[in-house]
């Protein structure tokens, strides 16, 4: 079961204007920062990232909508099911988070998520 949506990360071509603009709108930067490929921020009970991108590659890639769920493991067998191949098989992350990832048919990236431990 769906329980709601995690975290929005959005690709950039400048890590440090892009943190420095999301910081003055309020933004606590909990991970990563001006220097970092990833940056991620507080945003309410949920997340912000910043993936960086590098300045030739066009947006042919929006983003990642991470959905935390109740057990990793069932999407990712459904979704063998129904014949989408996911393209990351469930693992747990070093940022506290056991993860896989899926592209719908359009091409979007879809995470699902679950917390390693209660404190994220």
């Known amino acids: 079961m769906i329980e709601g949506i ?3 990360t959005l690709g950039t071509h400048r890590m440090p204007r892009a943190v420095r603009f999301y ?4 933004f606590e930067a909990l991970h990563g920062g001006e220097e970092s490929s990833f940056t991620s921020f507080r945003a309410g009970a949920s997340y912000l990232n910043l993936i960086a991108q590098p300045v030739e590659r ?7 909508i991470i959905f935390y769920v109740t057990d990793v493991d069932a999407p990712y067998d459904r979704a063998g099911r129904a014949v989408c191949q996911p393209a990351t098989a469930p693992r747990d992350a070093e940022w506290g988070e056991r993860f896989f990832h899926l592209d719908d048919p359009d091409g979007h990236e879809l995470s699902f ?7 994220i």
Do not use: D, N
Not at 23 to 26: E, H, P, Q, V
Not at 58 to 64: E, V, Y
């Open 58 to 64: 066009r947006w042919s890639w929006w983003g990642r």
């Open 6 to 8: 995690s975290a929005v």
């Open 23 to 26: 910081r003055a709108l309020g």
């Open 113 to 119: 998520a679950r917390p390693l431990q209660s404190t």
